[in-house]
C-alpha cells in the first residue's frame, strides 16, 4: 500500500500544470488498489503511525468514489476450480472470518506449517550440510522473513550447519570527529542494521568455489566485496566506489 505523502504529491501536480486549486486539478483519476495488503512501511515508526499513513487518512479520499470489484478476472478466463478456492481463501483471510487457534494465530487453510525454525530450515533446505556448493540447489531454496533481525538470526543457524571455519569481518566503528563519540557510542553504531549495508559482524564460510552467507538487503550500489588472495590464502574485503 503506497504512502498517503505520494497521493497528496500527485494532488499539487496537476493543480500546478491546470492552474486549478480544485482536488487533482479537476481532473479525474483512475486509482486500482487493495486495503487487505501492508500498510505503508514507515521506518522507525509505531503502528499508529502506519495507520496514520493510509489514503484513507489523507484529505485526498474525501473525494474519492469507491467501486468494488466482484468478479476475480484470472479464475474466471481460465476456469481454474483450484485457483477460485484459493482466492476465496484469501479473501476470507482478508475479512477475517477464519478460525482463530488462540487469541492471537488462525490457522490458513492452505500451505504447509512447521513447528519451529529448525523444522523450517530442514524442510527448505534438507540436507544443506552435504548440498551447499551446489549452486543449481541453492538457486531454487529461499527463507523470507519479515523482520532483519529475524532473518539474521536464522542465516547464523543454517551457517553453523554447514562443516568450515567461520571468518568474520566487522565494521568501522570509529568516529572521525572525537566530540561525536557521545552521541554516537561505538555500541550504538554495531546495533545499526541499515537495509543496504551487511551487519556490523558478518560472518562467512570459505570454500573453493563459493564465500556461504544468506545475505538479505543488498545494495546494487553499495555491496561489499570479499576476494581471496591465492598466494596467501586470505581474504580481501573492499567497498568499491560508486560513480
Not at 505503508?40 to 503511525?49: I, L
Not at 474525501?62 to 481460465?78: A, D, E, K, W
Amino acid at each position: 500500500m503506497s504512502n498517503k505523502a505520494m497521493f497528496e504529491a500527485l494532488d499539487r501536480t496537476p493543480q500546478d500544470l491546470r492552474h486549478n486549486t480544485r482536488i487533482m486539478g479537476g481532473a479525474t483519476f483512475l486509482m486500482a488498489g487493495d486495503f487487505r495488503q501492508t500498510l505503508p512501511v514507515v521506518r522507525a515508526s509505531t503502528r499508529a503511525n502506519e495507520v496514520n499513513a493510509r489514503i484513507k487518512h489523507s484529505y485526498v479520499w474525501h473525494s474519492v468514489i469507491s467501486r468494488h470489484l466482484q468478479t476475480n478476472m484470472r479464475v474466471h478466463l481460465r476456469g481454474d476450480v483450484e485457483s477460485e478456492a484459493f482466492a476465496k481463501q484469501l479473501l476470507d483471510l482478508g475479512d477475517g472470518v477464519l478460525p482463530f487457534v488462540d487469541d492471537e494465530h488462525i490457522r490458513l487453510p492452505f500451505g504447509n506449517f512447521v513447528p519451529n525454525v529448525e523444522e523450517l530450515i530442514r524442510a527448505v533446505l534438507p540436507d544443506v550440510e552435504t548440498n551447499f556448493q551446489d549452486l543449481d540447489w541453492l538457486r531454487a531454496r529461499a527463507i523470507l522473513w519479515p523482520h532483519n533481525t529475524t532473518a539474521d538470526a536464522t542465516n547464523k543457524q543454517v551457517l553453523d550447519m554447514i562443516p568450515g571455519e567461520i571468518v568474520s569481518f566487522m565494521s568501522i566503528d570509529t568516529n572521525k570527529d572525537e566530540n561525536d563519540a557521545v552521541k554516537y557510542p561505538p555500541e550504538l553504531l554495531n546495533k545499526l542494521t541499515p537495509p543496504e549495508l551487511p551487519p556490523h559482524l558478518l560472518c562467512l564460510k570459505c570454500f573453493p568455489n563459493i564465500l556461504w552467507n544468506l545475505m538479505r538487503n543488498s545494495s546494487e550500489k553499495t555491496h561489499l566485496l570479499i576476494e581471496r588472495e591465492h598466494s596467501c590464502n586470505c581474504l580481501i574485503n573492499t567497498i568499491p566506489s560508486v560513480s
